[in-house]
């Protein structure tokens, strides 16, 4: 069964920081590249960062290049996000899965990440 369960999210101030995880089913996580995603209110869903199956390489969106950086556990099917020097524009709902993944995957809860003094 396809699970996705995704934790580690808040309220935090600007310059704050948050750890993110994702616990993936073994059927998903095992050989696949995961990926980190987010959506803020009234935009799209959006690539964050994404680790390849093996961890590396890794690759960010501009926008977080050198705040964030996406790990993950194979031993424990789970990926990670730490996040550093967090903005107002982080606020989102973040999510992961698989990368590349589309509309049509199975998608987790995600956990609400919010930025705000």
């Known amino acids: 069964q396809v699970q996705l369960v995704e934790s580690g999210g808040g309220l ?24 980190w995603y987010r959506q803020a209110p009234g935009k799209q869903r959006e690539l964050v960062a994404n680790i390849a199956s093996s961890g590396i390489p890794t690759n960010y969106v501009a926008s977080v290049k050198g705040r964030f950086t996406i790990s993950r556990d194979n031993l424990k099917n789970t990926v990670y ?31 609400q990440v919010t930025v705000s003094s």
Not at 93 to 104: E, H, I, K, Q
């Open 81 to 111: 996000l730490q996040m550093n020097n967090l903005k107002p524009e982080d606020t989102a709902l973040y999510y992961c899965n698989v990368f590349p993944a589309t509309r049509n995957n199975y998608w987790g809860q995600g956990t």
């Open 12 to 35: 935090v101030q600007p310059g704050g920081s948050l750890r993110l995880s994702c616990a993936a089913s073994g059927s998903i996580f095992s050989r696949n590249a995961m990926g």
